[in-house]
C-alpha cells in the first residue's frame, strides 16, 4: 500500500502535535518504542476527551495496536458526570463492585479465574504481583463501560487490551480492495527555446503564473525537493522555466485543487 507523508506545515492542528510529540521524547517521558505518530495519537486521544497533553500521556497508551486508557482516568471522567462507586467488595480471588448513575445502578465482578482464561497471568506480570489492585480496576472497568458509556469514549483499559489478539495491520490491509490508478501520461518533451516562443507578453504571463505557483507551494507547505520530483516525473523537466504557458497553467490547476500533489 504506497502511502505519502504527512505535510505538517499545511496543517497548524497536525504541526501542534507533532511539536508536542517531539517535546515529550526529548523530556523522556514516553517509553521508547513509542514512534512520533504514536505519541500524536496518544495526545489527539486525550484532546477528544477533554484533558491535556500531559495528563493523557500518563493516562493512555497503545497496547497491541489499540489506544487504551487507564480505568483510573476513566473513572474520574465518570465521577465527573455523575457515578459514584457506591459498594466495593474485594476477596480472596474477586472483586464485586457497584456503580450507580441517577437511579440507574451495575453491578460487576472480575475474579482471578476470568484472568487466568483471558491468559492475562503470566510469569512477573502485575496480575501476578498485584493480584487485588487488578481485580479491583477490572471490576470498575467493566461497569464503567455499561452505565457511562458517553465518559469511557469507547476506550479500553490496558488489561482488556492485554487479553485481545494484536491488530495484524498486513492482514488489515489485504482485506482493503486494491486501489486503481489511472495510466499516467508519457511526460511531456522537455520544451526548447521557451522565452523565444513565448514573446513579450508570454514572458509576463509566465512570470505570474510561476509567482503564483511558489504562492500556492508555501502556503501548502510543499517541500522543494518533492515538488521538482512531481515535475520531472509529470513534464520530464526540474524546473518551472522550462515548462509552456500551458503546462505552468495546468500545475496551478492541479495546487489548486490538491495542494499535497499526489503525483504518484
Not at 26 to 43: H, K
Not at 196 to 208: I, K, L, S
Amino acid at each position: 500500500m504506497e502511502t505519502r507523508d504527512i505535510v505538517y506545515g499545511s496543517n497548524p492542528q497536525l504541526q501542534q502535535l507533532k511539536e508536542w510529540a517531539d517535546f515529550a521524547r526529548q523530556a523522556g517521558i514516553v517509553p521508547r518504542d513509542l514512534n512520533p505518530y504514536q505519541v500524536m495519537t496518544i495526545i489527539e486521544a486525550g484532546r477528544e476527551v477533554g484533558i491535556p497533553p500531559l495528563q493523557a500521556l500518563r493516562s493512555i497508551s497503545i497496547i497491541n495496536g489499540r489506544v487504551v486508557m487507564s480505568v483510573q482516568l476513566q473513572l474520574a471522567l465518570a465521577r465527573a458526570k455523575g457515578v459514584r462507586v457506591v459498594a466495593l467488595t474485594e476477596t480472596e480471588g474477586a472483586c464485586d463492585v457497584t456503580l450507580k448513575r441517577g437511579e440507574e445502578t451495575v453491578s460487576t465482578r472480575y475474579t482471578l479465574e476470568d484472568a487466568r482464561k483471558a491468559g492475562l497471568i503470566r510469569n512477573g506480570s502485575s496480575w501476578e504481583k498485584y493480584p487485588r489492585q487488578m481485580l479491583r480496576w477490572r471490576a470498575i472497568g467493566d461497569g464503567l463501560r455499561i452505565i457511562a458509556p458517553d465518559a469511557t469514549a469507547g476506550f479500553l483499559s490496558p488489561e482488556e487490551a492485554e487479553s485481545i489478539p494484536p491488530i495484524d495491520a498486513e492482514v488489515l490491509y489485504e482485506a482493503l480492495p486494491e486501489p486503481t490508478h489511472e495510466p499516467e501520461p508519457e511526460p511531456a518533451p522537455r520544451p526548447q527555446r521557451r522565452r523565444r516562443e513565448n514573446g513579450n507578453g508570454g514572458d509576463t504571463e509566465a512570470n505570474a503564473l510561476k509567482a503564483e505557483i511558489r504562492e500556492l507551494c508555501e502556503k501548502a507547505g510543499y517541500q522543494a525537493q518533492a515538488f521538482r520530483e512531481f515535475l520531472l516525473e509529470r513534464y520530464g523537466v526540474r524546473a518551472l522555466g522550462d515548462l509552456s504557458i500551458e503546462q505552468l497553467r495546468e500545475v496551478k490547476a492541479t495546487l489548486e485543487s490538491d495542494p499535497i500533489l499526489n503525483a504518484s
